[in-house]
């Protein structure tokens, strides 16, 4: 193939969709191109067409959508090809990563069945050679055990494992064109690294052209070559990842970047942590650096006399706590977490953070009465709960909320949103007609959210305003304890700074005690006053978010930091050799 032929031209693609009869547009006259070897970044708040545009170069959109323009995929037009010719270039020639592996996996199948069938199907690989590509290709994307991977279903695996597995489905067949639809957006930061490895490794091997569609500006300055920014279905600005992280010129694209969490922006020091991770991997340290670990450590010791007399009451409380998953059927006990020792205070928020399936949502869950604990003792908005009854956790949950991480399958589909956040003080309180409506619009105005947005159904709303509404559902009795589980990985940026406002502004007025779950160290940075590592089921670190961040002394932490992208190409392109010296240096 000619080097300078593009593997995809995209010309005057447009998207529209029917809806009461009239044609909304999604996307209008897009024009780019992506050559061998080379990556396309398309960025953009949610609805601004990424997706339905990109769905549209296999002709994945539904039926009342409307595809006009003109696709080539190596020359050869794509648009007005029969379903049949289209099908043969899906998965062999062109592979798409979903965003949400849960409904893009076949929950009856087990992982290993799918990608044996793309293989066979592509292919006609015989079933033994296709179950060690399949072994292989799970290996590939670091999932810790392939084969129990490969004789698992869906719902078996965690998230981050589940995206690991369709990624893997996805690159099997080495495509030409991969388009990547947020492919990190459910990833920790370890595995996130690990994943960007792997596609920039597909692409150096097989010269591949990658299509990535994501609100992740740190995942955009790691692996891109060239940037789209789009903005109500335009692309508003162009450029190289270096021209336009350096100067952008659209107000959108300025707005966007200002709107990105970064390492350092909280506090009066910018966070250091690249000279004490560069340490830990030569296993020496300078004079500067010894100086500012020195300095580190009296800050330690500063904050942990701090912490010791802080006379704040603990609210959340786990003693020596472990916490198991019975056995079901064939499936052997599994024990999830163990010597659990964590408090958090009136007012506080806790970052908890950890890579996928080192038990961090097992925690958050465990601490408002929905997983039994095992062992040990754990003390809730004054209730021990270490054996508690069906009864005495129905009144627990009175005082305690749960913000999930994904509010479109949190949310009930056929009610509108105002009886969704009613719904606890309905329950709990047996508040009804005019007092309940007054509360609701209350609730509505808190997370702010127009109040006549209270008749409207979730799928009305985008996704920053439906996780508002879960926000104002959590919050609606007044909780004393509110866990945070990944609630803003699937908002773009300028949405998770607003959310992230939101919930700091709340936390301030009504002192509740948090958990923040999160694997976006960035966010923690900016909501935490205290930071708990977990590994494999165990609390491997724990301090204040100057010492988690500013001086890890676990290698862990220390891989953790130094996987977390930053949105800076030329310092990012520095943070991923360093984390290749740790995790060399790991390996010796």
């Excluded at 396309?40 to 601004?48: N, T, W």
């Excluded at 773009?492 to 999160?518: N, P, Y």
Aim: aromatic share 4%; charged share 25%.
């Amino acid at each position: 193939m000619n080097n300078q032929t593009p593997v995809l031209e995209v010309t005057d693609l447009s998207v529209d969709f029917g809806v009461d009869g009239v044609w909304i547009p999604a996307a209008k006259k897009l024009n780019y191109s992506i050559q061998p070897g080379k990556v396309l970044a398309i960025v953009g708040e949610s609805g601004s067409g990424k997706s339905a545009s990109s769905m549209a170069i296999l002709d994945l959109l539904p039926q009342n959508s409307r595809i006009g323009g003109s696709v080539k995929l190596d020359g050869r037009e794509l648009t007005g090809l029969k379903p049949q010719e289209l099908r043969r270039v899906r998965g062999r020639q062109v592979a798409v990563i979903f965003q949400e592996p849960m409904t893009a996996l076949n929950p009856v199948y087990t992982i290993g069945f799918q990608i044996i069938e793309t293989l066979r199907a592509h292919f006609g690989t015989s079933p033994h050679d296709a179950k060690i590509r399949a072994l292989e290709l799970l290996a590939m994307v670091e999932l810790p055990d392939p084969v129990k991977a490969f004789n698992s279903y869906p719902h078996q695996l965690s998230g981050g494992q589940r995206q690991r597995a369709m990624i893997a489905q996805s690159i099997s067949c080495d495509p030409k064109l991969l388009i990547a639809d947020e492919p990190t957006t459910a990833l920790d930061v370890t595995v996130q690294a690990e994943i960007l490895d792997l596609l920039r490794s597909l692409r150096d091997r097989l010269d591949s052209a990658i299509l990535l569609i994501t609100h992740d500006m740190g995942v955009v300055a790691d692996i891109a070559d060239d940037i789209a920014v789009m903005r109500r279905g335009l692309i508003v600005e162009t450029g190289t990842v270096e021209e336009v992280f350096s100067a952008p010129r659209h107000p959108y694209t300025i707005a966007l970047l200002e709107a990105v969490p970064h390492l350092g922006q909280r506090g009066d020091e910018d966070i250091d942590t690249s000279a004490a991770l560069a340490a830990a991997s030569e296993g020496g340290v300078d004079d500067a650096l010894r100086e500012r670990i020195t300095v580190n450590e009296r800050l330690a010791e500063v904050a942990r006399v701090a912490a010791e007399s802080d006379t704040r009451p603990v609210i959340v409380k786990f003693e020596d706590v472990a916490i198991e998953y019975p056995k079901h059927g064939r499936v052997p006990a599994f024990r999830a977490a163990e010597h659990i020792d964590l408090q958090i205070r009136e007012g506080e928020v806790v970052g908890l953070v950890g890579e996928s399936g080192s038990g961090k949502t097992t925690l958050g869950r465990s601490a408002i009465g929905l997983i039994p604990i095992a062992a040990g003792k754990l003390t809730v908005a004054g209730q021990d709960i270490s054996h508690a009854s069906r009864d005495d956790i129905r009144t627990l949950h009175r005082s305690v909320g749960i913000v999930f991480q994904d509010p479109s399958s949190s949310l009930n589909p056929r009610i509108p949103i105002g009886d969704s956040i009613g719904e606890p003080l309905l329950l709990a309180r047996g508040l009804k007609g005019a007092a309940l409506n007054t509360e609701v619009e209350r609730l509505l105005d808190a997370v702010q959210l127009p109040r006549s947005y209270r008749t409207r159904y979730p799928h009305e709303l985008s996704g920053g305003q439906k996780q508002r509404v879960g926000i104002a559902r959590a919050l609606s009795l007044k909780p004393q304890v509110l866990i945070a589980d990944e609630p803003t990985s699937a908002l773009d940026v300028s949405v998770q700074a607003r959310v992230l406002e939101l919930m700091q502004a709340l936390q301030k007025e009504m002192h509740f005690a948090c958990l923040f779950i999160t694997h976006d160290l960035a966010v923690i940075d900016v909501l935490a006053d205290r930071i708990a590592v977990m590994h494999q089921g165990a609390l491997v670190e724990m301090g204040t978010r100057d010492q988690i961040l500013r001086n890890p002394q676990q290698a862990y932490t220390q891989r953790l930091l130094a996987a977390v992208p930053l949105p800076d190409p030329a310092a990012q392109r520095e943070r991923r050799e360093l984390r290749r010296e740790l995790l060399a240096a790991g390996a010796d």
